[in-house]
């Protein structure tokens, strides 16, 4: 508790401390408590080109009470833990750039209970996603919020996640009813009760939610549910240019068609698309959409969307509504990733995402597109387009010292350009190390705030420490 | 900065210092800083029954920067700051018990910049709601957010305020996308950009909205705004019981239709709306609804309702298209607290509020109305059904301890029950002096995790002292 962790990345270990520490939690945990290397390797960030850096060992956490254990005694010796779920983070939220312990949640995955009337359940913070909606699936209802990865909801909560369905049904910062989170000094806190509205006192809530494990080890969540609509329409509608794709986009919002989906690919995302899953669209800007509604509200929806399309030089949409139609075409949208990196043999996926008023988005994407050419770079785009969030995925050699320079320079540009156009170097992927040169740029005196937040919850710097805040 | 304000509410003032701001105060600001009896008394709580408390001084804020410069001259001295924008909060939340230095902001009410593009406006923090709706008149927008008063979007940002609108368009938590604000220190915050969404660090924004005052003071803020629905269908159905009424709303949301309003009144209020408003309901719960959509949207909405609520033994709904019949009734409505304090001549209405999972609120409301019997009271009863939040309304004659001391006990367990029923003492009207006793049972240690990032971010504790946390 007396000892803080120097946020100082290069900073030394205290070596003596985690070897401590880890005697205990062997002691303790038996075999919940891991320290081979394999494990730790699995448990250091993976996904992207920052360097792994793993934990010293990995709990693989059963209950809360386990947290708190960990918490007690990491803080007693000064000692970081990083919480973890599925590490599908990317960018580079789960390492440990000053070692210590990764509290593994995947175990804690239980569905505590589901409150069909409410329009909620509550989950153990190591449940994921899709095994929620599959229990759900008898039930009517369903959890939209969906990242690419099938990650954990607790990972979701903590990084603010959000997906394709964020622009009708919101993101993990609306979602998110209350947590149970594991504090510094190990007391757990409960940061609402289940009631839909509150204005009793500050929102902990929020405050934890995007927090990536920094100010708690947030171990148990209640979402919100929402009924399966009762006719889904999925369609593809291609455009000349980005800019009639983001017109069309913004006169559908303002016009109040509840949009589900709307996603943008840009014309190398579709070529990729076409190759990997043996489609044969134009190569041209292209809005993947979903409509959501009763019968005769999605046929209003569609037929308003076709004629607002169709202003701005839309093609005709091609429309899926079988279930085995749509998902085809989703699967094709959610495996953006994989064909992309498929396209370039040898090439490491570098995923960057950025956020802008949708006004600049049109601008935003073209200006990227710009940098990508200059720059000599391989990198589609793909956009939650209804947000104005999206995503440049450079496909790097990484062993060309030039070619990483370039891709380095591209992400810096565009977190820059966003800020500028009042919007945020991070949409959804969090700050992690990767946006942490960026906080100061956007935030200002807020950062500061942040940080004097950070002090104050976590005077010993243990959690996840290096992410998010300046110690 | 280095002389914290006590928040022993009985404590005493340093009778110096409060004398050294106003001096600094009235020669800096001149006219725009007000020391006599009646302004200070307007400046008071005056809403509700709770004792008023006036500041020893008040300024007329004309910029962020008047609002810097205040700041700092009350903490170099250690005087409490309280901001103020139409004095409409129900809890005592402007009362100023240790006195100090109010900040008047109502004259900060310019509309700053609409985008229509992205559907978001930005105000200053003293511009009422519904004169940003008679500026947005002509664009096919609007901002739904309606609590009974014509509150300044700063204030209701603040106390995280809802109203009618909430089930379908959220509260100030879903609906304030940034805000500036002054801390403790005069520095400025701009909690976070324009765009929808970000992942990029703690959520600031929410960390202020419902704040009161006790961690910054907004000055200016981003909303967002909606397009005005095409069509709009009011309606009134009445039921045998309220959890009739009630379970015909579970089964509403449920079904996913969008109701955009939906109120219950308890048969003592339709008795009180009846005799004020010159109208002619059934004595018996009621819900007041509205439907928002494309033409064909509301009519399968009005359509699938009024069949639900014949399932729950609900009338023939009244419907009201026109806006003048539409404006007619919701003026019923919104007229329930002056309709109420008429029919009781001589007693003052005592507004409180909590809410519950909606699955508890016909359970809540049904206690509350035998407690009110017990207790020998008279207390209408109005909610916002599809939110689970409602609120008593007890008439009471002051001068009566026994009524008053009766009231009291009221107040109290509806605040315990709604906690007990993983609610909440306050859904709408903040905390303030109100509901401070039940802060710790509601919340258990959260309530300390809120108060270390009081000390944190208001060291001297000058913002709003005595309010929401304990210092």
Redesign the interface.
Known sequence: MNKPVTSDVAGKRDVQAVKTVCDVLAQRFGEQFQTSEAIRGQHAHTMTYIAAQPPDGVLFAQSTGDVQEAVRVCSEHGVPIIAFGTGTSLEGNVNAPLGGICIDLSQMDRIVQV??????CTIQAGCTREALNDYLRDTGLFFPIDPGANASLGGMAA????GTN?VRY??M??NVINVMAV?ADG??????????????????T??L???EGT?GIITELTVRL??I??KIMAGVCQFEDVDSACRTT?AA????I?VARIELLDALQMEIVNAYSKLDYAHKPTLFLEFH??Q??VD?QTEFFQALAEEYGGSEIKWAERQEDRNRLWKARHDAFHAAVAWRPGAKGVPTDA?????RLAECVEETRRDVEELGLIAPIVG?VG???FHVLPLVMMDDPDEVSRMEKLVKRLAER??AM??????????GQG?MK??AR?????????S??K???DPGNILNPGK??RF
Chains 1, 2 share one sequence.
């Open positions: 409150n069909r009337d409410d329009l909620d990084t603010r996640a959000s964020a919101g993101t910062r609306e504090m007391e757990v806190v409960h940061t609402t009760q289940r009631a839909k509205k509150t204005s009793a006192g500050y929102d902990l929020r405050l939610v995007g927090s100010l929402y009924g609509p009762e913004i919002i303002q016009a109040g509840p509604g009763s005769n509200g209003e956020c802008v008023p949708i006004s939650h947000d104005g969030n966003a800020i009042d919007g945020t170097c991070t949409g959804e992927h969090g700050v946006k960026y906080m956007e935030h200002g005196h807020g950062w500061e705030v942040m004097a937040i002090r104050a919850l998010v805040v």
